[in-house]
């Protein structure tokens, strides 16, 4: 009987050591490198949970020195008083905290250097490892533990409301769960914008009613807790290498502008816990430093052009001091679209508004582009879309030969066609009338160009095989990438989508649309932002 409360006795010892050195739930795993293997624990409790249970119950005082317990951290009273702090508060970081995961102490002194900066407070929603035996999840939050470190800071458990459009969900989500969106559009569509918890960073805008000015938004955080997922269970080892591959250190800065409209932008830690910010990075030490920026716009369909957005963009490049601009369907071809080559009405229309002049469409898209010459530092990249690809198809297909308005330019550039040399190149250097022709860069299809080992030279529009592109094809084919094409912003995890500069109703995006005016800031590390203008603006 001595010996029996002796091995119970080291037990209780070896756990109280691992809460000390861990600040968090003790695994099997953990126990074993005390010395306590899973017969053992069985021998003395039944099993872990039973164990967590004893610990509980005769060591209350250890635990809620080592961990925050979910009597305190969801205390209504305590949390109803932080929330009323936040009354008159404008910016907001929301991130993840996985249950037992410790967190991050360079990335959480980070954040709340950031925030002390701009007077901003941290909301925090919690999510579990419905594999992980440290906890019985079953009853909701009340089994539920966090880094001690994080217990003052506000966390979410019913419902809160950043404004009348925007909403922090209490939706238990899984910390493993592949694709946390998963079901999720639908609430988004009803009520509004919403952030859901999870390590893994997504982001998808849910098509709304032509009526509907902003499309509404669902996302998800990225996590101030670490990657560890490794459990005891044999079958659970494939989920842990997946959630370990897909976590983000991060979380979304949230900017509200009044009680309808608001700013977002996701972003991603280091290993250091340093993140940036709109072309600035942040330490935890507190200090700052610009970094160098590049920007891949939404596309651009020079001619179509929403001038509210463009603006909006060159003045972000101008404040960030932008080096390289990426672009895609600069040349939209509506003055030779083979859609209305077989629509006598539809060409009409065109003649009577001068959009049927292949020249002026040119001369408009070179006026585009001397304006972004002028607001950034580096080169214009110009990425080949399937807009772009629009000439050599009317050229191809002799359509030029029924189209007598533009049929002596085209013979010209049929000649060029025959030789062997890009035409929209040569029409945009013959009649783009471009002031620095020379720092524009040309990617043909095959193209790359990597920032940080992110892909920023493909359109999205081609996938694998001859197939369309998609946001999973394009992620098993370049990994870490920033695409346009669809006009409709996203992030599935390390793919990042922008969306359109063109206006958002055109003629062929009838009926409800899930287009953005979005651009995404790319920084050297290979962090990302995805930026979106708002009513003329992308941020506070």
Not at 314 to 330: G, I, K, R, S, T
């Amino acid at each position: 009987m001595t010996e029996e409360k002796d091995v119970k006795q080291e037990i209780v010892n070896a756990y109280l050591e691992l809460l000390a050195d861990l600040n968090r739930i003790p695994t099997y795993a953990d126990l074993l490198d005390k010395g306590q293997d899973r017969n053992r624990i069985r021998s003395q409790f039944g099993n872990l949970t039973k164990l967590h249970e004893y610990i509980r119950s005769n060591h209350r005082e250890v635990l809620d020195e080592n961990v925050a317990h979910s009597e305190f951290i969801f205390n209504e009273k305590r949390l109803k008083a932080l929330s009323d702090q936040f009354k008159d508060t404008k910016v907001f970081i929301i991130t993840t905290a996985v249950a037992s995961k410790p967190i991050h102490q360079g990335m959480y002194d980070t954040v709340k250097q950031y925030l002390q900066k701009r007077n901003g407070k941290l909301i925090i929603v919690a999510s579990a490892d419905i594999a992980d035996r440290a906890h019985d999840h079953s009853s909701g939050w009340s089994n539920l533990t966090v880094d001690r470190r994080l217990r003052d800071e506000f966390f979410v458990t019913e419902e809160f409301k950043l404004n009348s459009n925007l909403f922090v969900s209490n939706i238990k989500v899984s910390a493993k769960q592949i694709l946390p969106t998963t079901g999720l559009s639908r609430i988004g569509q009803t009520n509004g914008s919403y952030i859901f918890a999870s390590p893994k960073q997504f982001l998808e805008f849910v098509a709304t009613s032509p009526r509907e000015k902003h499309p509404k938004a669902i996302m998800t955080t990225g996590a101030i807790t670490v990657p560890n997922y490794s459990i005891d269970r044999w079958m659970s080892q494939r989920t842990s290498y997946i959630a370990e591959h897909d976590h983000v250190m991060g979380g979304i800065i949230v900017e509200i502008v009044d009680d309808r409209f608001f700013h977002f932008r996701h972003f991603q830690c280091n290993s250091a816990g340093e993140f940036v910010d709109l072309g600035v990075r942040y330490y935890p030490d507190g200090s700052t430093r610009k970094e160098r920026t590049h920007l891949y716009a939404g596309d651009i369909h020079a001619g179509w052009t929403n001038e509210e957005a463009l603006k909006a963009t060159l003045d972000l490049c101008v404040e960030l001091q932008v080096e390289n601009f990426f672009a895609a369907d600069v040349f939209d071809g509506y003055s030779v679209s083979h859609h209305h080559i077989d629509k006598p009405l539809k060409r009409a229309m065109k003649a009577l508004n001068g959009l049927d002049n292949l020249v002026s469409e040119i001369r408009a898209g070179g006026k585009l582009i001397n304006r972004v010459l002028d607001s950034i530092n580096g080169e214009f990249v110009w990425i080949r879309g399937n807009h772009d690809e629009v000439l050599e198809r009317y050229l191809d297909s002799g359509n030029y030969t029924k189209d007598f308005n533009n049929q002596y330019v085209a013979l010209e550039l049929a000649k060029l066609r025959l030789e062997g040399k890009d035409v929209l190149q040569e029409a945009y250097a013959q009649w783009g009338n471009i002031n620095e022709f020379d720092r524009i860069v040309w990617l043909q299809r095959d193209d790359e160009w990597k920032i940080g080992g992110v892909e920023c030279g493909q359109h999205g529009d081609l996938g694998s095989n001859g197939s369309k592109g998609s946001l999973n094809t394009l992620e098993k084919a370049y990994g870490h990438c920033v695409v346009g094409h669809t006009h409709s912003a996203a992030i599935m995890r390390g793919v990042y989508r922008v969306g359109t500069l063109s206006e958002l109703s055109l003629e062929y995006n009838r009926g409800p649309s899930s287009w953005t005016h979005s651009n995404c800031l790319v920084y050297e590390d290979g962090s990302r932002q995805l930026v979106h203008v708002i009513n003329g603006t992308t941020h506070l």
